[in-house]
């Protein structure tokens, strides 16, 4: 990760495959396009990859979230459980539907802890959002039978896990819905967009019209197609499906030397005794895009971190203090700062937030360091970092 470390001729292959018809639209025009249709060719390798039958592209992860929760009927007043680890775009997507993000801990699979999000459901819950963090998953067994005992949704936002699998099965192709993003850091990249997987028939239906106005896209004309329900602009365009068709035919590659440079480090690392590491599920495989470990507390991690900017050991993040993946710093979501009016429902539903603590989160994310696993580094150089952090953890401890 990220995929863009290996842009190549393929990605200018199917880029000017585009250019030279000038469709960027991925609907109609079908005259002018010279037979290329990207983003259908994208979804149907997106089908095939994940071993779904359907796939919906959009014009990003947090697109693809919020397409997932309406296509569900996910909307206003109802109550999504999510994690207190995990990218902002998980409580913007339910926020931005009227619903309520309910954050509960996570355990040391860096993900949603099954125990806490029992604890969670009330009579307005409507789903259960599981992240799977830093490439790898929730335990989907202990999730699946909580979400069949109270009759709710399982989303799985695949977001950072793309290519992991659980019991045979690809991540994000489990739950009822999965979501994938293809930003421009993320193990395969298009620039901006993303995609939602399903097997279900009438979320697929519903996620296709919802992401572009509402259109049927029944019949080749485009201005003759009615609306059968509200919908928004969710689209990708063109020409970031070209570089995602090229980029998804890379994935085997990418996973490949994820999940050697990981294997490298890892080896090195469990030397050290006082060093563990993030518990994958029984029957989980990771995809290798990031490598978690755990010291013994907070400070030692914040010693090591501070260890590795000093000893050039770049892209390794402890997340207590980080902005953006984790509850500590979330005051505009605790504070609810907002441009436009929020209802009252969702402010009364939010306010547990302003005094709640996150204690076994904070142990686990205290405790956690997460290297990320770079595709252009030489066998050379990952035996360097690996020693180099060995020694640096070593001399932190
Ligand atoms: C990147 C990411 C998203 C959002 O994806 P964008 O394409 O950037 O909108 C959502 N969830 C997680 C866990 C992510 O890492």
Not at 61 to 71: C, D, E, F, K
Not at 221 to 237: K, M, Q, V
Not at 257 to 272: A, Y
Request: charged fraction near 25%; proline fraction near 3%; charge should be negative.
């Amino acid at each position: 990760m990220p995929g863009f470390e290996l842009f190549g001729d393929l990605e200018k292959k199917h880029v000017n495959d585009v250019l030279d018809n000038g469709v960027l639209m991925r609907y109609g025009f079908d005259g002018m396009r010279n037979g290329h249709w990207k983003a259908k060719e994208l979804e149907t390798a997106l089908e095939k990859t994940f071993q779904v039958k359907h796939a919906q592209l959009v014009s990003s992860g947090t697109a693809a979230l919020s397409v997932a929760l309406a296509s569900a009927g996910v909307g206003a007043g109802d109550e999504v459980i999510m994690p207190t680890f995990t990218f902002v775009a998980t409580f913007e997507a339910i926020m931005q539907l009227g619903a309520i993000p309910v954050l509960v801990d996570i355990d040391d699979t860096l993900t949603l802890c099954p125990k806490a999000v029992e604890k969670a459901i009330t009579s307005k819950t409507k789903a259960i959002m599981v992240v799977h963090m830093c490439g790898s998953m929730g335990d989907m067994d202990a999730l699946q039978a909580i979400c069949k005992a109270h009759h709710l949704l399982l989303i799985e936002d695949a977001c950072q896990a793309i290519g992991g699998e659980y019991k045979g099965k690809p991540l994000g192709s489990i739950g009822d819905l999965g979501c994938f993003s293809f930003d421009f850091v993320k193990t395969i990249t298009c620039g901006e967009g993303g995609a939602v997987i399903t097997n279900n028939k009438d979320y697929y239906i519903n996620s296709d019209h919802y992401s572009d106005h509402g259109h049927d896209h029944v019949g080749n004309d485009r201005g003759a197609e009615t609306h059968p329900f509200l919908g928004y602009n969710y689209r990708i365009s063109e020409l970031h499906a070209a570089v995602g068709l090229a980029q998804i035919q890379r994935l085997p590659e990418i996973l490949a030397i994820q999940k050697n440079n990981f294997n490298i480090i890892k080896e090195v690392l469990s030397e050290i005794p006082e060093v563990t590491f993030r518990k994958v599920p029984e029957g989980g495989i990771e995809n290798y895009s990031f490598l978690n470990f755990f010291l013994p507390n907070l400070e030692t991690s914040r010693k090591v971190i501070q260890g590795f900017k000093e000893g050039g050991v770049d892209a390794c993040w402890n997340y207590f203090d980080n902005n953006w993946h984790y509850i500590r710093k979330w005051d505009h979501l605790k504070n609810l700062k907002s441009l436009a009016p929020i209802s009252e429902e969702v402010k009364n539903g939010l306010s547990y937030l302003k005094n709640k603590e996150f204690s076994q989160s904070d142990n686990v994310i205290g405790r956690n360091i997460s290297s990320l696993i770079k595709l252009s580094w030489t066998e050379e150089q990952v035996k360097e970092r690996a020693l180099k952090m060995r020694d640096i953890i070593k001399a932190s401890l």
